[in-house]
Nanobody, 125 residues
Framework: EVRLVESGGGLVQAGGSLRLSCSTS????????IGWLRQAPGKEREGVSC????????YYPDSVKGRFAISIDSAKNMVYLQMNNLKPEDTAIYYC??????????????????RGRGTQVTVSS
C-alpha cells in the first residue's frame, strides 16, 4: 500500500521560508518520480517540483525556480520541499505525489498515481 503523508505547512509572511516534509511508504525512490503539487482556490493544479527516480534529476516550473528545492532522504523514506522567498501567490494546499513513470518533465503533476491529503501553506503580504 502506498502512503504519502505531508507535514510542515503553515502561515508565513512574504519573503519567509517553510520546509514541507512527506513521509512515504510503499514506493521506491529509484522506480518512481516523486514531487509536490499545489492547488489554490480557483486555480489549476500545478506541479511545483519533481525528482526523477532514474537519475535524480529535478524539474521546477518557472513560477518557483530558484526559490523551491526538492530533496529526498532514502534512508528515512522522506521527501522534502524547501520553499524560500515565499510570495502570496504561493498560497495553496501542497500535496506530495508520486508517478509510476520515473522521469520528470515539464508539466509534471497531471498524471500522478498517488498523492497525499495535503498541507496548507498561507503566505501573507
Amino acid at each position: 500500500e502506498v502512503r504519502l503523508v505531508e507535514s510542515g505547512g503553515g502561515l508565513v509572511q512574504a519573503g519567509g521560508s517553510l520546509r514541507l516534509s512527506c513521509s512515504t511508504s510503499g514506493i521506491s525512490f529509484d522506480d518512481w518520480a516523486i514531487g509536490w503539487l499545489r492547488q489554490a482556490p480557483g486555480k489549476e493544479r500545478e506541479g511545483v517540483s519533481c525528482i526523477s527516480g532514474t537519475d535524480k534529476s529535478t524539474y521546477y516550473p518557472d513560477s518557483v525556480k530558484g526559490r523551491f528545492a526538492i530533496s529526498i532522504d532514502s534512508a528515512k523514506n522522506m521527501v522534502y520541499l524547501q520553499m524560500n522567498n515565499l510570495k502570496p501567490e504561493d498560497t495553496a494546499i501542497y500535496y506530495c505525489a508520486a508517478e509510476g513513470f520515473p522521469i520528470c518533465k515539464p508539466g509534471w503533476g497531471n498524471l500522478v498515481d498517488y498523492r497525499g491529503r495535503g498541507t496548507q501553506v498561507t503566505v501573507s503580504s
